[in-house]
């Protein structure tokens, strides 16, 4: 977002003040920021803020400076999690993002950002997709469509509104689709980097080739799934439990035919009628510390399930975290026509 649109001089009047909030677009509240001589925010400017001083005095001519709201909620730049839920409280829609000498770096909308998480994203999407053929013999299966856009592009979009700005993508098989379609990911205000992948290297080994992550956690994840996962209870469960990785979980449940026996050697001393079990299963989102990509080999073949069975073997701690909301893993025709019937629904 080019922030000049919601910056105003403190020296220019409310009548300069109501034509540019004629004009803003895509954010939620229509809000200035008032500057001062050295770019520093002195204070915010709303219609209502407006309304109040022409109620009066009358006068369009007042400059905004001497009309703004000085007392405007702010918070600076940081590298940490910022927890909204205390913002959204107060009714906040706007929330502005100031550097060192109060200088207006960013805003973040309340309405569109669920969270502001300090972590980085690899999305793995090399894979060849051979049970969506024919569809993927000439498209990757994470450009599949999926209503108005590609599948990988909903879990871009989601990994946005949770605030998380750097995403790596690992891609190998028609890989150029991908990259040619999101480029730098600054359409989408973000960093996008890809890492092509000369051979396969299963559902972690990608995670070698990033030089370096900023952040002190990171989420892999599968660029094939359609899903509302939360992020921000994923990383708040992590780091309240100390985890080393945490495991995005889904129910599956198994329903059993047949009386099932309880025994001890041949004599049944009790039974349960046509039972159901339910199973927490791997979702194939994963977060996990950053130390942990040092247990990778790099440049080879090596499996999330790897690392997950060498933690557990270490004596780390491995949690997992259950999505309440939908998923579904778009892995065969049946997977994705469901999926595409299922977005029809979403609003």
């Known amino acids: 977002m080019d922030l000049n649109h919601i910056l105003i001089s403190k020296d220019k009047t409310i009548l300069d003040a109501l034509r540019k909030l004629n004009v803003i677009k895509d954010v939620s509240r229509l809000i200035l920021f008032v500057q001062d001589d050295d770019n520093s925010i002195i204070g915010s400017l709303t219609d209502g803020d407006i309304r109040r001083s022409l109620a009066q005095d009358k006068d369009v001519e007042k400059h905004v400076g001497d009309v703004c709201f000085k007392g405007f909620v702010f918070e600076q730049e940081s590298k940490k999690f910022l927890n ?90 028609l890989g150029e689709q991908i990259e040619d379609y999101f480029g730098d990911g600054s359409s989408k205000g973000i960093s996008i980097e890809y890492i092509w992948e000369k051979e396969f290297l299963g559902t972690a080994g990608a995670l070698s080739l990033v030089k370096e992550f900023k952040s002190e956690q990171v989420i892999l994840m599968n660029s094939d799934l359609f899903t509302n996962v939360n992020f921000e209870d994923m990383y708040l469960d992590l780091i309240k439990t100390g985890a080393d990785m945490t495991v995005a979980s889904t129910e599956y449940k198994v329903d059993v035919p047949f009386a099932v026996f309880e025994t001890e050697d041949n004599r049944v001393i009790n039974f349960k009628e046509k039972p159901s079990y339910v199973y927490h299963s791997n979702a194939g989102i994963y977060l996990l510390n950053r130390s942990l990509i040092q247990k990778i080999p790099k440049n080879q073949f090596y499996d999330i399930t790897d690392l997950m069975e060498k933690l557990v073997n270490e004596g780390g701690k491995l949690i997992h975290n259950p999505i309440v909301g939908y998923w579904i893993d778009i892995g065969s025709p049946t997977d994705y026509k469901q999926a595409k019937e299922f977005v029809k629904h979403l609003s």
């Open 84 to 173: 909204l839920k205390s913002y959204r409280k107060k009714d906040i829609k706007i929330l502005p993002i100031l550097d060192s000498k109060n200088r207006l770096i960013r805003i973040i909308d309340l309405e569109k950002t669920k969270s502001e998480l300090p972590l980085e994203c690899m999305i793995m999407a090399g894979g060849r997709g051979k049970r969506l053929s024919p569809l993927t013999d000439s498209i990757p299966k994470p450009m599949l469509p999926l209503g108005d856009k590609p599948i990988i592009e909903y879990n871009i979009d989601r990994l946005i509104a949770f605030g998380i700005k750097k995403i790596y993508i690992s891609v190998k098989y």
